[in-house]
């Protein structure tokens, strides 16, 4: 007796909802998954949505609440919200690091630059108070920071101060 090869085909029925992932056994699950999911996979989320969760989670509204009124869920409005602190602060990061160069009156710009941002990220300083209140010896016991270094930015800190107040 010798083996026989055969074949054996198996029709599984499911609801697609055009997730090549996904396998739904109920019509309405895959209803479901739909109207949660995005058109476009690539969506982005316009600028007017972070803003409206920023202020909606000032006003102390839970994610849950914002998720219904942006049509999202809950996790998704938290997404959206920890997405917006995290950009926020990086531009401000961002903003004061480049205050602090364009007002160093270095002739050197491209070395002051670096120094800044060696230090900035050396003491982890999130915003301009933070890096405000890095000591000079703090800063000269970095490698590539020298006496003079230090002095043109204080120098810039100081100009970086009055330009906030003004």
């Not at 997730?19 to 982005?44: F, G, Q, S, V």
């Not at 670096?114 to 230090?119: A, H, M, T």
């Not at 982890?124 to 000591?135: A, G, P, Q, R, V």
Request: glycine share 2%.
């Amino acid at each position: 007796m010798k083996p026989e090869r055969k074949i054996e085909i198996i029709k599984r029925y499911y609801w697609s909802c055009n997730n090549k992932d996904h396998r739904h056994l109920k019509k309405e699950t895959a209803i479901n998954c739909i109207e949660r999911e995005p058109k476009n996979k690539n969506y982005m989320v316009p600028e007017k949505i972070y803003k409206l969760v920023e202020k909606l989670r000032e006003q102390k509204f839970t994610f849950k609440e914002i998720g219904k009124r942006i049509n999202r869920s809950g996790s998704s409005a938290q997404q959206i919200y920890n997405k917006q602190m995290h950009r926020k602060e990086l531009s401000e990061s961002i903003n004061y690091i480049d205050n602090l160069i364009s007002l160093s009156n270095s002739k050197y710009v491209g070395v002051i630059s670096f120094r800044i941002r060696l230090i900035a990220n050396h003491y982890n300083s999130k915003n301009f108070s933070d890096f405000e209140s890095i000591t000079d010896s703090q800063m000269l016991n970095l490698r590539h920071v020298s006496i003079k270094n230090v002095k043109e930015i204080r120098t810039a800190i100081e100009e970086y101060k009055k330009k906030i107040k003004d």
